[in-house]
C-alpha cells in the first residue's frame, strides 16, 4: 500500500508508557516523523528521526527506528490526559498520513 | 501570531451548493496544501501548490477547483456539494516542495463542512 501503517486505537492508563507502531513504505525515506493531533486542532510535528539513525530521545519521547523492518515506534514515558490524541507517522516526501493511532489515557 | 489560518472554522450547508474556504500563511512558505481528513480520521492529500501553480492533484472530483492568487493564499472552492463531502479540511503549509520535503508541514486548525 502507498500509505503508513499503524494500529488505529490505544488505551493507556495514566502514568504508564504508551508505545505506538508504525510500519512505512519506502526504505529511502530520509526522515521519519510524528505527528501530533489534539481534539478540535490540526496536526503539530512532535518529533523526528533521521534515517540514519536508530534512537532519538527528547524528554519522555523515545523515537526508535528499524529501518530492515520499516518499523518506526513512538514510546511516551508517564503518559499523562494531555497526551490523548491523534498520533500520525509520516515519512519525508510522501503526504499521506494515513488514519493514525488515537491514544486515550485513562485515569 | 496565527501561522496558518484557514475560514471559516465550521460550515453547515445544504446539498447541491457551492461554498469556499480560505487559507493563509504567514511563514513565507512556498508550498500549501489541502487535506480532507474522513470521520475514521484518515488523512488525505487533496491539492499541493508551489509558488501559486498546482503541483499535486491526488484524483479529487472536478467539482474541488483550488486557487492561490498568491504564494501566501490557497483558498478551496467547492460546486455542487454532497453528503460525501462532509469532512474536516486542513489547510497546510511548508518551506520546500514535495522533492525536498525534509521538513515540518504547518497545519490550521482546520475547517469541519457538514452538507446536509
Known amino acids: 500500500g502507498e500509505d503508513v501503517e499503524q494500529s488505529l486505537f490505544l488505551s493507556v492508563r495514566e502514568g504508564d508508557s504508551s508505545v505506538i507502531n508504525c510500519t512505512y513504505t519506502?526504505?529511502?525515506?530520509?526522515?521519519l516523523y510524528w505527528y501530533k493531533q489534539e481534539p478540535g486542532a490540526g496536526l503539530q510535528l512532535l518529533t523526528y528521526i533521521f534515517s540514519n539513525m536508530d534512537m532519538k530521545q527528547d524528554q519522555r519521547l523515545t523515537v526508535l527506528l528499524n529501518k530492515k523492518d520499516k518499523h518506526l515506534s513512538l514510546r511516551i514515558a508517564d503518559t499523562q490526559t494531555g497526551d490523548s490524541a491523534i498520533y500520525f507517522c509520516a515519512e519525508s516526501g510522501k503526504l499521506s498520513f494515513g488514519a493514525g493511532t488515537t491514544v486515550t489515557v485513562r485515569a | 501570531d496565527t501561522a496558518v489560518s484557514q475560514t471559516p472554522k465550521y460550515l453547515v450547508t445544504q446539498m447541491g451548493n457551492d461554498k469556499s474556504i480560505k487559507c493563509e500563511q504567514n511563514l513565507g512558505h512556498d508550498t500549501m496544501y489541502w487535506y480532507k481528513q474522513d470521520s475514521k480520521k484518515f488523512l488525505k492529500i487533496m491539492f499541493s501548490?508551489?509558488?501559486?501553480?498546482?503541483?499535486i492533484n491526488e484524483t479529487v472530483p472536478n467539482r474541488f477547483s483550488p486557487k492561490s492568487p498568491d504564494k501566501a493564499h490557497l483558498n478551496l472552492h467547492i460546486n455542487s456539494l454532497e453528503l460525501g463531502d462532509s469532512a474536516v479540511y486542513f489547510c497546510?503549509?511548508?518551506?520546500?516542495?514535495?522533492?525536498?520535503?525534509?521538513?515540518?508541514?504547518?497545519f490550521g486548525e482546520g475547517s469541519r463542512l457538514t452538507v446536509l
Open positions: 497546510a503549509s511548508s518551506q520546500g516542495g514535495l522533492a525536498d520535503l525534509t521538513g515540518e508541514l504547518f
Open positions: 519506502d526504505s529511502s525515506s530520509t526522515y
Open positions: 501548490y508551489n509558488n501559486k501553480e498546482l503541483i
